[in-house]
């Protein structure tokens, strides 16, 4: 498995893949003028899982629970506005949630099964949701280097 360095969790609204840096003035504005509609709210961060499955991870990830409603619209917000840009709006559910590890080779992994389903529902506290950043992200061998690129505060 291959970690995500703490200082990397994050949650992801909207990937956009490549943006031409010539439209990340517009992607921007887009981005705040869909924030500033929402109240800032808090997550409650509770329970494991693993993207496809438990059997058979390929991504451990911990979930979210209160708030995770008003994160999704949020998300939604986000989706539409920079979808009036031209990119692609999301064809799946939005599934809110912190990406903890990346499994490098998937295989059965019984017992890595049997612990995320008995913290499945484990509390690990709550997150101030206060503003959204659009982030730069450059992928390198020892992983993601993350670059805020603007911050947008909710209301309240």
Not at 73 to 99: C, N
Request: hydrophobic letters at 50%; zero cysteines.
């Amino acid at each position: 498995m291959s970690w995500v360095a703490p200082e990397n969790f994050h949650l992801t609204l909207k990937f956009l893949g490549g943006v031409d840096e010539a439209r990340v003035p517009d992607v921007i504005d887009a981005v705040h003028e869909a924030v500033q509609r929402h109240a800032a709210f808090d997550l409650s961060v509770a329970g494991l899982g693993a993207f496809p499955s438990a059997t058979r991870p390929r991504v451990l990830w911990a979930g979210l629970r209160d708030g995770a409603d008003a994160l999704a619209a949020l998300a939604e917000s986000v989706d539409g506005a920079v979808a009036r840009l031209g990119f692609p709006r999301e064809d799946r559910v939005f599934s809110p949630h912190v990406t903890l590890a990346r499994v490098r080779e998937p295989r059965r992994a019984p017992a890595l099964a049997d612990a995320l389903a008995a913290a499945a529902a484990r509390p690990f506290g709550r997150v101030p949701v206060r503003a959204a950043t659009l982030m730069r992200s450059d992928l390198s061998p020892r992983g993601a280097r993350y670059t805020p690129l603007a911050a947008a505060a909710l209301s309240g």
